[in-house]
């Protein structure tokens, strides 16, 4: 079936799956109970995908914020989103390595320079308090 073909390619998000198969044109009360066959099977699995997915966007440089919104896209559930999340434990250090690769070593001491860092970090998905430790205590974001 399209949903095995599909699945033997990547892994995906069960709501994610479910869209994909309405848009080819199966019945809606057809793709809810291949989901639920594939979900009983272990084929699919939405912890699974969400930890790869953490995983994956965490080594590019992607903050939490960023990663949870695209997860609540694919319609991944807010419980599985935390506890993916939380399998990093410190999103901060994720933030001043995002910086220090993009930026370089040396902390900004313009304001103009740390608005641009900020605003590139935040852009990627990193709190404020996950920017404030990447740049440094001083600055102060309206965000």
């Given at each position: 079936?399209?949903?095995?073909?599909?699945?033997?390619?990547?892994?995906?998000?069960?709501?994610?799956?479910?869209?994909?198969?309405?848009?080819?044109?199966?019945?809606?009360?057809?793709v809810r109970a291949l989901?639920?066959?594939?979900?009983?099977?272990?084929?699919?699995?939405?912890?699974?995908y969400a930890g790869h997915?953490?995983?994956?966007?965490?080594?590019?440089?992607?903050?939490?914020?960023?990663?949870?919104?695209?997860?609540?896209?694919?319609?991944?559930?807010?419980?599985?989103?935390?506890?993916?999340?939380?399998?990093?434990?410190?999103?901060?250090?994720?933030?001043?390595?995002?910086?220090?690769?993009?930026?370089?070593?040396?902390?900004?001491?313009?304001?103009?320079?740390?608005?641009?860092?900020?605003?590139?970090?935040?852009?990627?998905?990193?709190?404020?308090?996950?920017?404030?430790?990447?740049?440094?205590?001083?600055?102060?974001?309206?965000?």
């Amino acid at each position: 079936m399209a949903a095995v073909a599909f699945l033997a390619r990547r892994d995906y998000a069960s709501g994610e799956l479910a869209a994909k198969l309405r848009e080819r044109g199966y019945e809606s009360e057809v793709v809810r109970a291949l989901i639920a066959d594939l979900a009983a099977r272990r084929l699919l699995d939405d912890a699974r995908y969400a930890g790869h997915f953490v995983a994956y966007h965490r080594a590019r440089g992607q903050g939490p914020l960023r990663i949870r919104r695209e997860l609540e896209a694919f319609g991944v559930a807010a419980a599985t989103i935390d506890d993916a999340l939380a399998t990093v434990p410190d999103w901060a250090a994720v933030a001043r390595d995002v910086r220090r690769r993009r930026f370089g070593a040396p902390a900004p001491s313009a304001w103009a320079e740390k608005g641009r860092q900020a605003r590139f970090l935040q852009y990627r998905g990193f709190s404020n308090d996950h920017i404030r430790s990447a740049l440094g205590t001083d600055l102060e974001l309206d965000t």
